[in-house]
């Protein structure tokens, strides 16, 4: 814990350190950990290839550092303690001693069912521990884990399988969600019909329901590790193999598998997890996340396990059995640090202060919040009543892309302001830039998002598309890391991200690209075309509000919205289903033909006064039509 910083000054201290030398700053905290083969150099790089090297030629094994390094300090302190969906059924509790024996063994059945170094697995399962003993093993054998959420459809799930080429997928036969139920494994089954490169399925039992096992090619957790050794030998990885792929929407096509590597983000998930939720060795700390999703994998895995946390894994929802459920979880373990996204704190704020009334919430320290803007409504609810007003909240802003945590305050030492991420960490130097392509010097300045300087954690490459990478993110400013987001510094120097300054939407914190929710849109075959905006949602955030030209004969209106509702559920999944269909007679077009998305925004959100310029589309009296039909 030599890198810890305790205080407003020792923070601007550090800070000045790495970005005076960082190299150095970043080799000190690099030096905690345990390498197989210390780096050559700190740092290569360039931002035009883009080309990023840390800690290069250093050899490891990430789970070396979460697993023996642990083991003979630490190793009766619970890893990962489960809380089930239903609370009546008993959790489970992995000791740091028997996640190492846990994942050696299944380490050993990735190796028996032939997964060598570099080969990609797939995880689609439930929130389970077997999922994060499934990461681990994948990261031990050296294998590339890639996990998709669990509520992607199989068409989604398809995609990503092929796209990385897995071999293995690793999945459960059903998923307890609430009240419901959920198949898996039929999804899965589906996904696979369209796939050729996998020859492995392994499925974790937790629904009992009937599945059916392709003989050769399926097999049942319970039988594959059953009789298996929990000794093995992690294999040597270097600093920059890849350690996983997590797929996330950008503004265009399909999703893009965002690649991570070894060393770098090992540093790094640890560095942020400690400094930011200020960790002190023995505390217990519950992030709420999907592991389904980065917060999951830097800050439910990755992070908390190294430095040696308890991590608490929830498989529920927030309103099952009933909306008093995370605070009777964090009463049972006694949870000192919470980490969640404003969209549960926004629904459980509709519940009002009842269901937390019978609970104390007297061990909470720290309050995190994660994955869209915060309103400053909800942040004051979640400290009044959460937090009871004694526990600073850090707002943390970052990306699938920066691999942890950029811009937030440290617990208790960074002096905090409603719906601010306040400052950069150490090693992060941020720019703000002009749509020309200026800097924006000062504070008191709005703009878009960049960074100038390599950090560890950042994402390398986009599977099987660089150019893509570069395109995407080192192409709008010229020697810059491009976030995607909008960002005021205001007078104190303090950041405040304004969101998506693309077509992408966050909706309830997940990340969506217009264009995927058109194209799944226009897969149905009445749809002639679609245009997809997000408008401002009490719950979600944001919502997604699609206007579709479609040939209606033979049907009627709320017929066509149900099934083009249900194409995208099965084209995407549940998370992407439109908030509001618009069946429209024409789209506002410029005369080269393209949408005018700034009209159909101003009209969702409802500012129809204030529509902009108008003069440059082909058919204004379009615009009239939709406003007529608007759906409020
Ligand atoms: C948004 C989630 C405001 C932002 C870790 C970013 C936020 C996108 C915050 C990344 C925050 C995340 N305040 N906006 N504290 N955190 N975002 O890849 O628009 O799922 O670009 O990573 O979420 O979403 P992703």
């Not at 589906?190 to 974790?204: F, H, K, P």
């Not at 893509?468 to 976030?483: D, E, L």
């Not at 410029?590 to 902009?612: F, W, Y």
Request: with cysteine; net charge negative.
């Amino acid at each position: 814990m030599s890198d810890r910083i305790h205080t407003l000054s020792g923070y601007f201290h550090e800070y000045q350190k790495s970005v005076a030398d960082p190299e150095n700053f970043w080799a000190r905290v690099a030096d905690s950990f345990h390498w197989k083969k210390r780096w050559d150099n700190v740092l290569d790089w360039n931002f035009e290839g883009p080309d990023v090297k840390w800690f290069v030629n250093g050899k490891l094994n990430i789970t070396e550092n979460i697993l023996e390094r642990h083991l003979f300090t630490i190793g009766d302190r619970p890893a990962i303690v489960w809380e089930p969906n239903d609370p009546t059924e008993e959790g489970r509790t992995l000791t740091y001693r028997q996640l190492h024996a846990e994942v050696c063994r299944f380490s050993n059945v990735l190796h028996e069912k032939g997964v060598q170094k570099g080969d990609k697995v797939i995880i689609y399962m439930p929130m389970v521990p077997e999922a994060a003993v499934a990461m681990l093993a994948c990261a031990r054998v050296g294998a590339i884990h890639s996990v998709v959420f669990a509520g992607f459809s199989s068409n989604a799930l398809a995609d990503r399988i092929n796209d990385c080429e897995a071999k293995v997928v690793l999945t459960s036969d059903g998923n307890f969600r609430g009240k419901k139920k959920i198949p898996v494994k039929g999804v899965v089954d589906e996904a696979l019909d369209n796939s050729s490169s996998v020859e492995t399925v392994i499925v974790y039992q937790r629904t009992e329901q009937e599945v059916t096992m392709k003989e050769g090619r399926d097999f049942w957790w319970h039988d594959v590790i059953s009789g298996v050794a929990t000794e093995h030998q992690a294999v040597e990885t270097d600093s920059e193999d890849t350690l996983f792929i997590l797929y996330t929407s950008g503004s265009t096509g399909k999703p893009k598998g965002v690649v991570h590597t070894c060393g770098g983000y090992m540093v790094y998930a640890k560095y942020t997890f400690e400094n930011v939720f200020q960790y002190n060795p023995g505390d217990v700390y519950w992030c709420t996340a999907d592991i389904g999703w980065i917060t999951g994998h830097s800050y439910i895995v990755y992070g908390p396990l190294l430095s040696g946390a308890t991590s608490i894994m929830f498989e529920g929802v927030p309103t099952f059995p009933d909306a008093g459920r995370f605070w009777a979880i964090v009463d049972k373990y006694k949870v000192n640090q919470f980490y969640t996204a404003p969209t549960a704190i926004r629904a459980l704020q509709a519940y009002g202060t009842e269901p937390i009334a019978p609970y104390s919430l007297d061990s909470l320290k720290v309050l995190g919040s994660v994955g869209e803007p915060i309103n400053e409504e909800a942040w004051h609810w979640y400290h009044t009543h959460i937090g009871k007003t004694k526990c600073p909240i850090v707002d943390t802003w970052w990306q699938t892309e920066t691999g942890g945590i950029m811009v937030s305050p440290l617990a208790g030492i960074t002096p905090t302001k409603p719906a601010y991420a306040t400052l950069p960490l150490p090693g992060i130097q941020l720019a703000i830039m002009d749509t020309e392509g200026k800097e924006l010097i000062g504070n008191s300045v709005e703009g878009n998002l960049c960074v100038k300087f390599p950090w560890p954690g950042m994402i390398r490459t986009t599977y099987g598309d660089h150019d893509r990478c570069k395109q995407t993110y080192f192409s709008a400013y010229k020697g810059m890391y491009f976030t995607g987001d909008g960002v005021k510094r205001d007078h104190d120097g303090y950041y405040r991200i304004l969101g998506r300054v693309d077509d992408v939407i966050n909706v309830s914190g997940h990340r969506m690209g217009t264009a995927e929710v058109e194209n799944a849109i226009n897969e149905h075959p009445l749809v002639v075309e679609s245009a997809v905006v997000g408008y401002p949602h009490q719950v979600k955030g944001q919502g997604i509000y699609a206007y579709v030209i479609c040939d209606m004969t033979n049907r009627t209106e709320q017929n066509l919205v149900n099934e083009i509702k249900d194409t995208v559920t099965k084209i995407i999944g549940p998370i992407a289903k439109p908030d509001k269909i618009q069946i429209v007679p024409g789209l506002p077009k410029t005369r080269s033909g393209k949408i005018m998305r700034r009209i159909l925004r101003k009209v969702a959100e409802g500012s129809m006064d204030n529509l902009g310029d108008t003069s440059t589309l082909l058919d204004p009296e379009v615009v009239d039509r939709i406003i007529e039909g608007r759906i409020e």
